[in-house]
């Protein structure tokens, strides 16, 4: 990148933000009719309900192959009212790969099922724009989230189509970004809650990785911003400060509404979402009330 480059990126981040140009925003869908599903958009871009669907039952394998391509139109998927137990919840996470066993977080009954709780003791500490274990050679292709115990208000999820925001990048911010990597690590958040033995050992498992910091999605081809403020350590190559800058830029665009759908939870409702064109945010504006969730995450592949 030119110094040219540089001093325009600094005008944009540290002037008055101008408001984004209104565009069409793509779903990068087909636009095709579903005729095993009823889906209710939550937003333009990003964000369907699925209403009249069971998850506990086996799902017919028409239903499954709309359900695959409405996650990748919609990018989240909503469900409301599913009572399922630990094992159900990963036979309907497994549809879509193998359920990783996250190597930190603690389970719920089976391993598959990580357990995310919060009280007055352990108050929240997801409300940063993040997308899940990116710090992995493979990240996790999506995530099917459960409410278990949730406030009747406030605890809310908020999303971010990734795909919509670099769209939405200036052309000169994408030419500054274009074939750059980035080096993402677990230390940036976890190592604050492992002791130095803990750190050790998880670090033989996961060494610093590389991605591209503008990633092409494995299926629907769209190109999306692909670092985040919580694993997200440097672009390769840049100079720290002139790295911080475009990092700040980039996670930056995950702040415009625009861009976003919001979601309430109430016990049972259910989230799935696509983790490898979305980042996410989950509010902490409910302490001292607790909140109780249970996620699986699937398997990804390689960035490129
Ligand atoms: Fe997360």
């Known amino acids: 990148m030119d110094l040219q480059s540089v001093s325009t990126i600094r005008t944009v981040k540290d002037g008055v933000r101008p408001a984004l ?6 779903t990068g869908g087909s636009g095709a ?12 871009t990003i964000g ?13 394998p028409e239903v499954l192959a709309e359900l695959g391509r409405a996650l990748l139109e919609w990018k989240v998927l909503f469900f409301r009212g599913q009572s399922l137990t630990a094992e159900q919840h990963a036979a309907f996470a497994r549809h879509w790969g193998e359920p990783e ?27 940063v724009w993040h997308s899940d274990v990116s710090f992995s050679a493979t990240p ?5 989230l459960r409410a278990v115990e949730v406030p009747e208000v406030g605890g809310d999820t908020l999303w971010a189509d990734m ?29 604050q809650l492992l002791t130095p033995e803990q750190v050790a050992k998880a670090r033989e498992k996961n060494p610093p990785v590389e991605h591209p910091v503008v990633r092409t999605h494995p299926e629907t081809g769209r190109k999306l911003i692909y670092v985040n ?17 475009l990092l700040d830029l980039l996670y930056d665009q995950a702040r415009h ?28 504006d409910y302490f001292p009330r607790p909140r109780v969730m249970e996620r699986v995450t699937i398997i990804g592949d390689r960035p490129r």
Request: glycine residues 6%; contains cysteine; hydrophobic residues 35%.
């Open 21 to 26: 140009r209104a565009r069409e925003l793509s």
């Open 140 to 144: 996790p292709l999506g995530s099917v």
């Open 229 to 245: 403020r919580v694993f997200t350590e440097r672009i390769t190559g840049l100079p720290p400060e002139e790295s911080r800058e």
């Open 163 to 191: 795909a919509a925001a670099y769209d939405g990048l200036p052309d000169r911010v994408k030419e500054a970004v274009e074939g750059q990597s980035a080096v993402h690590d677990f230390l940036r958040s976890f190592g």
């Open 33 to 44: 009719p579903y005729e095993h599903l009823h889906l209710t958009p939550y937003s333009p």
């Open 257 to 284: 509404p625009e861009y976003q759908c919001r979601f309430h939870w109430r016990p049972g409702s259910i989230a799935f979402w696509d983790n490898r064109v979305t980042q996410h945010y989950a509010a902490s």
């Open 101 to 127: 066993i996250h190597p930190f977080l603690p389970k719920a009954g089976i391993p598959e099922v990580v357990r995310l709780a919060h009280d007055a003791r352990s108050p929240g500490v997801e409300n």
């Open 48 to 60: 369907a309900e699925v209403s009249d669907i069971d998850l506990a039952r086996p799902v017919e």
